[in-house]
Antibody, heavy 122, light 114 residues
Framework: QVQLQESGPGVVKPSETLSLTCTVS????????????WGWIRQSPEKGLEWIGS???????YYNPSLKGRVSMSLDTSKNQISLDLAFVTAADAAVYFC????????????WGRGTLVAVSS | EIVMTQSPDSLALSLGERATINCRSS????????????LAWYQQKPGQSPKLLIH???TRESGVPDRFSGSGSGTDFTLTISSLQPEDVAVYYC??????????FGQGTRLDIK
């Protein structure tokens, strides 16, 4: 079955860029004529669940305006991965980061990875 | 941005009791063009990622027990668990996907066994 697995550095220094990867198994993200979107959501005690962004392909991306242009998402079909970059991190970006599948393009997430914990510390 | 507000923040019930969790959106999430409410419910157990229970406000996801049901329209929605089971202990979230970006979630409702 389809599975999602997030990976990343665990700790990022303030003002640096956080880079995370979501590896998809059981499905080729390069499949054409698909309605599937891929999303990133984070969770912290302070903000709860916060949608970061979603992408259909590298040309169709939607980001949370609250992240003010710091976020970028892309697909690597050769590695079957979805990547997330978040620039200029602060302590407020510390959270568990999930990647998730939006199978219909409608906006709800039917499959989630287990999440990866990110701390921000110098 | 649509703000999602859940009530109560937490509740504790006895096994077999009915659980009712409410979710209110600051704007309607009902699309008159297709008569759909863009509202989903998730369950998150401790140490796990959220699991989709309900979408389109009342459509149960495949494999979800039928004791879970969703109702409501416009700005007011309810998740009901008809007979509480031990495995239902979790935090429940609503999410709107109508007015995006951004997609927004409620703050969560913690459900425990009394």
């Amino acid at each position: 079955q389809v599975q999602l697995q997030e990976s990343g550095p665990g700790v990022v220094k303030p003002s640096e860029t956080l880079s995370l990867t979501c590896t998809v198994s059981g499905y080729s993200i390069g499949t054409g004529y698909s309605l599937i979107y891929w999303g990133w959501i984070r969770q912290s005690p302070e903000k709860g669940l916060e949608w970061i962004g979603s992408l259909y392909n590298s040309a169709s991306t939607y980001y949370n305006p609250s992240l003010k242009g710091r976020v970028s998402m892309s697909l690597d079909t050769s590695k079957n991965q979805i990547s997330l970059d978040l620039a200029f991190v602060t302590a407020a970006d510390a959270a568990v980061y999930f990647c998730a599948r939006n199978r219909s393009g409608a906006g709800f997430f039917d499959l989630w990875g287990r999440g990866t914990l990110v701390a921000v510390s110098s | 941005e649509i703000v999602m507000t859940q009530s109560p923040d937490s509740l504790a019930l006895s096994l077999g009791e009915r659980a009712t969790i409410n979710c209110r959106s600051s704007q309607t999430v009902f699309d008159t063009s297709n008569s759909k409410n863009y509202l989903a419910w998730y369950q998150q157990k401790p140490g796990q990622s959220p699991k989709l229970l309900i979408h389109w406000a009342s459509t149960r996801e495949s494999g979800v027990p039928d004791r879970f049901s969703g109702s409501g329209s416009g700005t007011d929605f309810t998740l009901t668990i008809s007979s509480l089971q031990p495995e239902d202990v979790a935090v429940y979230y609503c999410q709107q996907y109508y007015f995006t970006p951004p997609i927004t979630f409620g703050q969560g409702t913690r459900l425990d066994i009394k």
